[in-house]
């Protein structure tokens, strides 16, 4: 563990002292591989913990989870204590959680797990404190709702950024749009499908080489791949792609202005847990980043029943909505009718593959 965090700093300290400039390019992009691959290294269980520790192994339940991800005392305890029946224990110093507290949000017709966990500190990406254990956690969310304090706003978003992104969590972002397909042999073919701004196949070799890949198809498809998106799509494995809400708390301590400019950022939320202000509003954003999707159902020639939804994901199908109400329901199926907003027309009929939108309205016909 120990020779793998020094490996890492003499990585970075190299990247550091080496000036960025087209001679030094290739050997950057083959340091940014292998401190990749160190870190993934760090962060795999050992002794068979599966990296859990103490409090960390909760179950993932409901129709969603979000993780609570902030430093210590920014009120991630306290908001979580409004939205939900959980009472985590608050204090007004460093370190109050020490291990993961869910709680259950009902909303929408939604049942989503939000998860407390403790308070990163910098350098969690090394494994100092907690960071390993909440870094995992952190990985199995479908949202990432990261609190920050109003007050020290440039400091505390750029530090948990750095210490996510190291461990491969992309934040807000899509995966690469570059197809990488490993083979038995015929050596490293690489194409371009427009002239790249940023990579060349001999830096992709050099990369793939270090890798111990040799034989493979590459396709870049985006003129602005770097090679830190090549490196993201090599670890895939490593790598997660998740949304991220940022909410600022404590801004009944910053000016109107400042507020107001921090309401306008994407991804941003505003509030004050203290006053009990902009709780609400957090929720609703909560909800709407989730992308969740709510279906109701009819029987035919009955009307829908509205009190319980069917809680689906964004770009789910008829398919998804039939596993959901009985995994062999789509053995049996014949065609569904919709009512709402994915159909063209009301009713439409319509095969598994039809993409469903909120509020919709489906009765399944079976064979």
């Known amino acids: 563990m120990v020779n793998i965090t020094e490996k890492i700093k003499e990585i970075e300290d190299e990247m550091r002292r080496t000036q960025k400039n087209k001679n030094t390019e290739y050997h950057l992009g083959l340091l940014k591989g292998k401190l990749a691959r160190l870190r993934a290294q760090l962060l795999e269980p050992t002794g ?58 009902e909303y929408g017709g939604a049942e989503i797990q939000i998860l407390d966990l403790p308070g990163i500190i910098e350098g969690a990406s090394e ?32 530090l948990l950024e750095a210490e996510l992104d190291a461990v491969g969590i992309r934040l807000n972002k899509d995966p690469p749009n570059i197809y990488l397909k490993q083979k038995k042999a015929g050596g490293i073919k690489t194409t371009f499908q427009t002239p790249p701004k940023y990579l060349d196949e001999r830096m992709i ?21 770097t090679i830190d998106d090549f490196i993201d799509v090599i670890m895939k494995d490593h790598r997660k792609y998740i949304r991220c809400l940022y909410v600022y708390n404590k801004i009944d301590s910053v000016s109107l202005d400042f507020l107001d400019q921090l309401a306008r950022e994407p991804y ?98 079976a064979k």
Not at 213 to 219: A, D, F, Q
Request: hydrophobic fraction near 40%; include cysteine.
């Open 48 to 105: 068979g913990s599966g990296g859990g520790g103490s409090g960390f192994d909760v179950s993932k339940s409901g129709d969603a989870r979000v993780a609570l991800v902030g430093f210590p005392s920014v009120g991630k305890s306290t908001f979580l204590g409004q939205i939900t029946r959980t009472k985590a224990e608050t204090a007004a110093y460093a370190f109050t959680t020490l291990t993961a507290i869910p709680g259950v949000l």
């Open 205 to 225: 070799f050099n990369v793939l080489k270090d890798y111990k890949i040799l034989n493979c198809e590459v396709l870049v498809r985006d003129e602005n791949a």
């Open 127 to 158: 494994g100092k404190g907690r960071g390993r254990q909440v870094i995992s956690a952190a990985k199995t969310s479908d949202l990432i709702m990261m609190v920050l304090d109003a007050t020290k706003k440039a400091e505390q978003r750029a």
């Open 268 to 365: 941003t939320a505003v509030m004050s847990c203290e006053l009990n202000l902009g709780v609400q509003d957090v929720v609703e954003r909560l909800w709407k980043e989730l992308r969740l999707i709510r279906i109701y159902t009819k029987r035919k020639g009955d009307e829908p029943d509205f009190s319980e939804a069917l809680i689906v994901r964004h770009n789910s199908t008829i398919e998804d909505v039939c596993d959901q109400v009985h995994r062999t329901l789509k053995d049996s199926f014949k065609y569904a009718m919709v009512w709402g907003a994915s159909a063209r027309h009301v009713p439409q009929r319509v095969g598994l593959s039809h993409p469903v939108a909120d509020e919709d309205v489906v009765s399944i016909v």
